[in-house]
């Protein structure tokens, strides 16, 4: 397998030059794989999040590189950064951030506006995704009126809209009990055998034990202390 995305001597540091200035990551280095399925493991604080959201292309190092399919992307106007975020990283976050207000299918088409893409094709897009998950029938719903369960699909659903390399993952299980949390598994694992890469930031045992996992990553205080495999 390829190297997909490389860190080298990755720095983040919040509030620079402040009193309340705090290193979430330092000097980090590491290369993930192309159709990996990564935990990213540690206490809160270690630096999960942080390291999600720069692999991500949601925020910027303050020091290092971060290489995407051997292409340096830290320092790329926030325009082709923002393109390859849509187009090539899907986010399942642990609130779900989706719009409570809007349908189930507003939910999957908004974040592909604007793009080049035509509304028909969009809109063909995402009623395919909700069929795949079982949510055919509610793409007129509101956010409002689906369970936990079902707010996860949609999340994971919208997070496939792109049709992208690679599935990050904050703290999935956050809110799930013991079935849905299974459910997810599965899904991410079906997901994993179609060729997507998974990076999931995870305290839950039940994630960064289950078969699934290829490798497990553990962060503490913004350093790599261990790099296995399960």
Same mark, same amino acid.
């Given at each position: 397998?390829?190297?997909?995305?490389?860190?080298?001597?990755?720095?983040?540091?919040?509030?620079?030059?402040?009193?309340?200035?705090?290193?979430?990551?330092?000097?980090?280095?590491?290369?993930? *794989?192309?159709?990996?399925?990564?935990?990213?493991? +540690?206490?809160?604080? /270690?630096? !999960?999040? #942080?390291? $999600? @959201?720069?692999?991500?292309?949601?925020?910027?190092?303050?020091?290092?590189?971060?290489?995407?399919?051997?292409?340096?992307?830290?320092?790329?106007?926030?325009?082709?950064?923002?393109?390859?975020?849509?187009?090539?990283?899907?986010?399942?976050?642990?609130?779900?951030?989706?719009?409570?207000?809007?349908?189930?299918?507003?939910?999957?088409?908004?974040?592909?506006?604007?793009?080049?893409?035509?509304?028909?094709?969009?809109?063909?897009?995402? *009623?395919?995704?909700?069929?795949?998950?079982?949510? +055919?029938?509610?793409? /007129?719903? !509101?956010? #409002?009126? $689906? @369970?936990?369960?079902?707010?996860?699909?949609?999340?994971?659903?919208?997070?496939?809209?792109?049709?992208?390399?690679?599935?990050?993952?904050?703290?999935?299980?956050?809110?799930?009990?013991?079935?849905?949390?299974?459910?997810?598994?599965?899904?991410?694992?079906?997901?994993?055998?179609?060729?997507?890469?998974?990076?999931?930031?995870?305290?839950?045992?039940?994630?960064?034990?289950?078969?699934?996992?290829?490798?497990?990553?553990?962060?503490?205080?913004?350093?790599?202390?261990?790099?296995?495999?399960?």
């Amino acid at each position: 397998m390829a190297g997909l995305l490389k860190i080298d001597q990755l720095t983040k540091i919040f509030n620079r030059h402040r009193p309340d200035e705090t290193t979430a990551l330092s000097d980090l280095s590491l290369t993930i *794989l192309q159709e990996e399925c990564i935990a990213l493991t +540690g206490p809160s604080g /270690s630096g !999960k999040t #942080t390291l $999600l @959201s720069l692999l991500g292309c949601m925020s910027r190092p303050t020091s290092g590189n971060i290489l995407f399919q051997g292409r340096n992307i830290s320092r790329l106007p926030e325009r082709f950064l923002a393109q390859i975020r849509r187009d090539s990283f899907g986010f399942i976050f642990q609130q779900y951030n989706l719009l409570r207000s809007h349908t189930v299918l507003e939910n999957l088409m908004l974040p592909l506006y604007p793009t080049d893409r035509q509304w028909k094709e969009i809109r063909r897009r995402a *009623l395919e995704l909700l069929e795949r998950f079982q949510l +055919g029938n509610m793409h /007129s719903k !509101k956010i #409002t009126q $689906l @369970s936990g369960g079902e707010q996860q699909r949609v999340a994971i659903a919208r997070a496939l809209m792109a049709d992208p390399e690679v599935i990050i993952a904050d703290e999935p299980t956050a809110h799930l009990d013991e079935q849905l949390s299974a459910e997810l598994l599965d899904i991410l694992a079906t997901l994993n055998g179609e060729g997507k890469t998974i990076i999931i930031a995870t305290h839950d045992p039940f994630i960064y034990a289950a078969d699934i996992i290829q490798r497990r990553i553990s962060l503490q205080h913004g350093h790599i202390t261990a790099d296995t495999m399960p």
